[in-house]
């Protein structure tokens, strides 16, 4: 994995780095299986302050990162490689994270705000929409009778795998893999019973029965048994419908954008990042956002959304 550049750090390091982007590798398809590469991004200081490394890691079928986590990693700039190396010995399955619980599979949104802080990103930077969205839904949860041996609860997906699959003709230049979350494949999900503490769940086989435009932000309902926490039931006619989550990621682009517009003294000072980082996360989000988006007319109003509120998605996107 390439650092960015940089003076020489000096000897080899070792460092607990904070997972900062971190991509699931999906099920299915003949380059997806053990040793599968995908994106990480992380938070370190390997010998010359805290930075931004960005680059591709080694994962595997039991064994993937999310945002949020503290890992070992190590680097050696003697190597002609520069790259630094996860110490994959230390991080248990994804399983066992989610059977002990681990905070950034319980709850995602503490792990995501925490990144937040350690980016030096704002509420003005990152938005409340999301958050907001969630404790809605956990409220009116909280309102609503659950049958006998039941508790209501609202469901957010932590980490999920998906199943690879090619759209279009395999012979066909044009055809690319995509990545669905309807089919299914092993997840770990936050379940938020309202008056309890959030807890993991890890499931062998989830799919999403409606179509989600932000699998990992979506709130779930959910019946929970009483008997048995990880018996859970997604209620998923009452997801809203596809539209109304376009809607409400619309309008949550657009609070985000205002807040922007917030006079620099009305903000509590703070040490902000290098601009050009913020505006890369805030990027690369957003086209991780619209590969989900398949309808034209929908995925226009995403981009000009994305663009009016300043972010730079490419002439492809």
């Known amino acids: 994995m ?3 550049r940089g003076p020489d750090p000096g000897p080899a390091a070792r460092a607990t780095a904070l997972v900062v982007e971190a991509a699931a590798p999906p099920e299915g398809g003949p380059s997806i299986g053990p040793g599968s590469n995908g994106p990480l991004r992380i938070l370190a200081d390997l010998g010359f302050g805290p930075r931004v490394y960005d680059g591709k890691v080694r994962t595997g079928e039991d064994h993937w990162l999310v945002p949020g ?9 003697a190597r002609a490689s520069r790259r630094f190396e996860v110490d994959w010995k230390s991080v248990p399955s994804m399983a066992d994270r989610a059977a002990a619980n681990d905070p950034a599979l319980a709850d995602p949104i503490a792990a995501r705000r925490r990144v937040a802080h350690a980016l030096g990103l704002t509420q003005a930077d990152t938005g409340t929409a999301r958050t907001e969205r969630f404790n809605r839904a956990l409220e009116q949860s909280a309102t609503v009778t659950a049958p006998p041996g039941k508790l209501r609860a609202v469901v957010l997906i932590a980490t999920i795998r998906g199943r690879r699959r090619i759209v279009g003709d395999a012979d066909n230049v044009s055809s690319h893999d995509q990545v669905t979350y309807g089919r299914p494949s092993a997840a770990v999900l936050s379940v ?6 959030p807890y993991a769940v890890y499931v062998q086989r989830f799919k999403c029965e409606v179509d989600l435009l932000e699998p990992l932000w979506m709130p779930l309902p959910a019946l929970v048994s009483t008997a048995d926490p990880a018996d859970i039931v997604i209620r998923w006619d009452e997801v ?3 539209d109304t989550q376009l809607m409400d990621r619309i309008a949550g682009s657009r609070a985000a954008q205002q807040a922007r517009t917030v006079p620099v003294d009305a903000v509590a000072a703070t040490t902000l990042p290098d601009p050009s980082q913020m505006h890369q996360l805030a990027a690369d989000s957003a086209k991780r956002a619209l590969q989900y988006v398949t309808d034209p007319a929908m995925r226009k109003l995403l981009i000009d959304q994305y663009r009016a509120a300043g972010i730079d998605i490419g002439d492809d996107a």
């Open 2 to 4: 390439r650092s960015r």
């Open 69 to 77: 986590m503290e890992l070992e990693v190590t680097y050696d700039p």
């Open 192 to 197: 938020n019973i309202p008056g309890q503490a």
């Open 240 to 242: 809203p419908a596809h």
